[in-house]
């Protein structure tokens, strides 16, 4: 097998391992470091060529020293002795020139995830040069063989990744603990083109895993479907009325909800749901749940980099926050624990307790509104909930798609489109830390020309 990789865990776990040394040595009271190795192939194409194929690799580190309460931060991309010697040393020179921050000290080692199990996600490709290429010209073909009398497809581009990385951490307080990973991708833009214009719309898959990417074939079907049927759009009249969000629109929500969570704006009250613990933010039938452990999992992992682990848990339950996205520092200032989210959410799951139908099955529900397909231009205000987002999408009528529509807004409070989500669909996509099916939302206000 091909590994993109020269290094393994060992040694980034000896290169963090001895960071700390050098801060003991020098009389810090306290050390984090945090090592790290990636490298990755990417290659791209269209019209039948390669337009790049590039390797890159990298490493470094990355050393937080404390003197009492004051913390030093300082990396390098150079992992001999001498280069994390100076690092540290930097590291400890700064500490002096700070303010003191005791939420900011790192977790105890009984806080730690000292034997946590590692969910696998490290799971390389093995693929060459030769192989991703070979794929990028298969989705390209594909985009180019959708033409059809009146309209005309082009590639935009076709390209594939793979990846592969390791990171360690130690600290002084005696964790040293670290995981490899992988991250491959596949990814199609079609132009399609009418006597009347040309729109571009994409499709796209990512997993851990290589073979578990979605084919060229597939993701070329959906690039087409998406462009072509953006064809021909038009606007419609300014309105109340039901919002479908596709479900690779749908986890955008999923995003806004969790921002809101987080530690920084609940501390700072800064967030559209303050002191959300224990209040009901969403429609009863709506559950969120998250799993850092799911084998293979894009956003699954055994520690987030303060070396906490996360847990499996409800973060909503019948719309009911059970859990907040906590990293040490913003814990401390909330007077709570760390949830293991110092890095943000693992693996986010939306599911409802009614019962979930088709895509089909929602615009039928839908009967009259509009298809969020995607979100273009747009602005949020985190305090106040206010959401507001040019988009593409579908008008329907009668639970039946009559139109593209184009050049339109739809606005909402999020406090209001959380409570409206009246269904979740079976057609669950992941886009990152994010699984969902589409949302239907029984209102929003929908604007003119954006």
Known sequence: MIRLLATDVASMADVAAQAIEVARRIGADHAVASASAQAGVRVTGRDGATDAALRDAGQGLT????????????????????????????????AALVGEDPDALPPALADMAVDTPLPPIDAPSGCDVASLRATAMEGDAMLRAASRPGVRVETVTSGVSSSEGVHALATSAGFCRGQSYSHHGLWLVALARDADGAVNDSADSFDRRFDRLMSAHALADRAVARATGQLGARAVPGQMAPVLFEASVATALIGSLVNALSGNPQQRRATFLPDALGRTVAAPHLDLHEDP?????????????????GSRRAILSAGTVKGLFLGTRSAGRLGMRSTGNADGPWNLTLTSRTDRGSFAELCQRMGRGLIVRRLEGGAIDPVTGNWTHAVAGTWVEEGIPVHAVADVTVGGNLRDMLNGIVAVGDDVERRGAFSTGSILIDAMQIGGAA
Do not use: K, M, N, Q
Not at 75 to 88: G, K, N, P, Y
């Open 63 to 94: 050393i937080t020293v404390y003197r009492g309460a004051r913390a030093g931060t300082a990396s390098t991309a150079a992992l001999d002795e001498h280069a994390i010697t100076e690092a540290v040393e930097e590291a400890y020179a700064i």
């Open 293 to 309: 452990f799911e084998p293979f999992g894009v956003a699954s992992g055994g520690f987030d980099r303060e070396g906490i682990a």
